[in-house]
């Protein structure tokens, strides 16, 4: 079954201080990575992809992420976190196969704390 | 605002009732989607649309749900003698695609349904 985890329910970080979210895929294929962010009463809203190329992709808000194909991984950074960062982060694939609907898999989120 | 709108924004019915819901895309995206999260989880892929017709179904779109695209612009969503584990959120998003080319999709802030 092709999934998306994120193995953190919750990142606190500190204010200015850099930070991850985890995100780690199993599809069949060659996979188109994104990454969108949830505020509260608000609809998903797209950070950043990758679809081939540069393992790093940089994206909205400061925001950046790495492909890693041996680990298959797509982990979210930002260099220096803002409170205003704080929000619920969805990983999601869409795998590339024959037949592919271009639907997006989604991972289960992880909610991004960012305290002065 | 030239976004994804969706209709209404919250929705309370009782179970039996059906309820319809409304997504209009953005204009020039000749791709529909429709999702389903509910509290804790990511978004789930229920169908999409390329234009008019509907070329996918979830196993999880019960014969209870119905979608129409009729000219190949806004969206409606019926659910039928809709059950209490009909509550969710449900998530319209658009897209554009071209056969090579794949495009982010761009989410509405959902249609919260209640059922009580």
């Known amino acids: 079954a092709q999934s998306v985890a994120q193995p953190e329910d919750q990142v606190n970080v500190a204010e200015g201080n850099p930070l991850t979210v985890k995100c780690t895929y199993s599809?069949?294929?060659?996979?188109?990575l994104f990454w969108y962010v949830q505020y509260p009463n608000r609809g998903l809203q797209f950070l950043l992809k990758?679809?081939?190329?540069?393992?790093l992709v940089k994206g909205s808000y400061g925001f950046e992420a790495e492909f890693n194909k041996s680990q298959t991984s797509f982990h979210l950074k930002k260099p220096s976190a803002l409170v205003s960062d704080s929000a619920l982060y969805f990983c999601?694939?869409?795998?590339?196969?024959?037949?592919?609907?271009?639907?997006?898999?989604f991972g289960k989120g992880t909610k991004l704390s960012v305290k002065p | 605002d030239t976004g994804v709108s969706q209709n209404p924004r919250h929705k309370i019915t009782k179970r039996g009732q059906n309820v319809t819901f409304r997504c209009d895309p953005i204009?020039?995206?000749?791709?529909l989607y429709w999702y389903r999260q509910t509290l804790g989880q990511g978004p789930e892929f229920l169908t999409y649309?390329?234009?008019?017709?509907?070329?996918?179904k979830s196993r999880l779109l019960s014969d209870r749900f119905s979608a129409e695209r009729p000219k190949g612009s806004f969206s409606t969503l019926e659910i039928q003698r809709t059950e209490q584990g009909d509550s969710a959120m449900y998530l319209c998003?658009?897209?554009?695609?071209?056969?090579?080319?794949?495009?982010?999709?761009?989410f509405g802030p959902g249609t919260r349904l209640t059922v009580t």
């Open positions: 999601a694939v869409i795998p590339v196969l024959r037949g592919s609907q271009g639907n997006l898999i």
């Open positions: 204009s020039e995206h000749n791709r």
């Open positions: 649309f390329q234009n008019e017709a509907q070329l996918e």
């Open positions: 998003a658009s897209s554009s695609h071209l056969r090579t080319v794949i495009y982010e999709q761009y």
């Open positions: 990758y679809i081939t190329g540069d393992n």
């Open positions: 599809v069949s294929g060659n996979p188109y």
